[in-house]
């Protein structure tokens, strides 16, 4: 019989929506940016893999969160998945090691993972870069990533007042009753983005658009905007000009520079990578101002560092342990 150091935790798709909060991955994620922004964190890896209708992306990196963790991700996005085979278009595991000796401690769904970091890190961003007097947001792309992110900016913001928009506008309008009731706030579907985004402070992009979404004259100054969608080379929702003409802030510059909208204004030659103001990292660890005027136009670049990825998944670890929770397993058996 094995020690519980020869166990590993399998944790499902439902145990993780049961035990891991957006409030905890929120906290989670920005201790993350900062321990990245103060050189604390080795730098994160990634690698994609396209295929045909979609692909892989492995991401890993290591975070002393009390102790040395690592985590990789394996995800496999697929747009068409939903309609083509009633699939989810995010589907992966996460694997979870001790960073200190190389046993692995958990493996973990990770599209709850995925959806609720990534929500988080525009929550992280907006709490520095977004005007602190903002009322009224724009979602675009109403589907599971928009929903988590009007919840997760809510609790950064006093918003108010949200427009959802959508190319379904029946999922549009889905969204708004659903997010009304929940946030008790105003939430209205639009089927004019520009017209909406104008009239916003914040503008939040997550889709799986291969075309720009949003161009200079659709945005008013001082608008913050986190572009989420953009996470392989193919994807584009911000024009070149607009990423040119706005303050920029990645969540990691290189990582960006190869599948993010920055990548489409590098190819198009019109930023450079010195026109990116900061890492996001920078700026909550106080390296680097965030947002320096009201009228100022900024644009969070948001791909999904690893970082992220392994903080979610040691608060997700940790309690899964102190209540029992999972399936313990021991491979050597």
């Known amino acids: 019989m094995g ?5 590993i935790l399998l944790l499902t ?18 201790h993350a940016f900062r321990a990245h922004g103060e050189g604390r964190a080795v730098p994160p890896t990634a690698l994609s893999i396209h295929t045909e209708n979609g692909g892989f992306h492995v991401k890993a990196g290591l975070l002393e969160i009390e102790r040395l963790y690592f985590a990789a991700k394996v995800n496999g996005n697929f747009p068409e998945n939903s309609s083509r085979f009633g699939l989810p278009t995010i589907q992966g595991v996460i694997v979870l090691c001790d960073a200190a ?21 525009t929550a ?21 990533q928009g929903r988590i992110q009007l919840k997760a900016l809510s609790r950064v913001c006093r918003l108010e007042n949200a427009f959802a928009y959508d190319k379904d506008g029946e999922q549009a309008l889905r969204f708004s009753q659903d ?37 200079f004259d ?8 986190a572009a989420v969608g953009a996470d392989n080379l193919q994807k584009q929702e911000i024009d070149s000009i607009l990423m040119m003409r706005s303050k920029i802030v990645c969540d990691v510059v290189e ?28 700026i909550v660890a106080g390296k680097k101002p965030g947002r320096e005027s009201q009228e100022e136009m900024i644009i969070f670049d948001s791909t999904g ?20 929770s999972g399936v313990r397993l021991n491979f050597a058996e």
């Not at 599209?111 to 890190?121: E, N, P, Q």
């Not at 009731?181 to 799986?208: F, G, M, N, W």
């Not at 659709?218 to 905007?225: L, R």
């Open 3 to 7: 020690s519980i150091d020869d166990e």
């Open 218 to 225: 659709d945005v008013s100054p001082g608008t913050f905007i």
């Open 101 to 121: 000796n190389g046993i692995p401690l958990a493996v973990m769904d990770s599209r709850h993972i995925t959806s609720l970091r990534t929500a988080a890190a």
């Open 305 to 324: 560092m690893a970082l992220q990825d392994v903080a979610a998944a040691v608060v997700l670890y940790e309690k899964a342990r102190r209540d029992g």
């Open 124 to 144: 992280v961003a907006a709490k520095f870069l977004a005007r602190k007097d903002s009322r009224t947001i724009t979602i675009c792309g109403c589907g599971n």
């Open 13 to 30: 798709s439902l145990e993780t929506q049961r035990l891991l909060t957006l409030d905890e991955c929120i906290v989670a994620v920005e």
């Open 179 to 215: 997010l009304a009731s929940e946030l008790y706030i105003s939430v209205k579907p639009v089927s004019d983005l520009a017209a909406a985004v104008r009239q916003s402070d914040i503008c939040v992009t997550c889709t799986t658009s291969r075309q720009p979404l949003l161009g």
């Open 255 to 282: 990582q960006c520079a190869l599948m993010g909208d920055l990548h489409h204004a590098l190819d198009a030659g019109v930023v450079t990578r010195a026109s990116v103001h900061a890492e996001l990292g920078e």
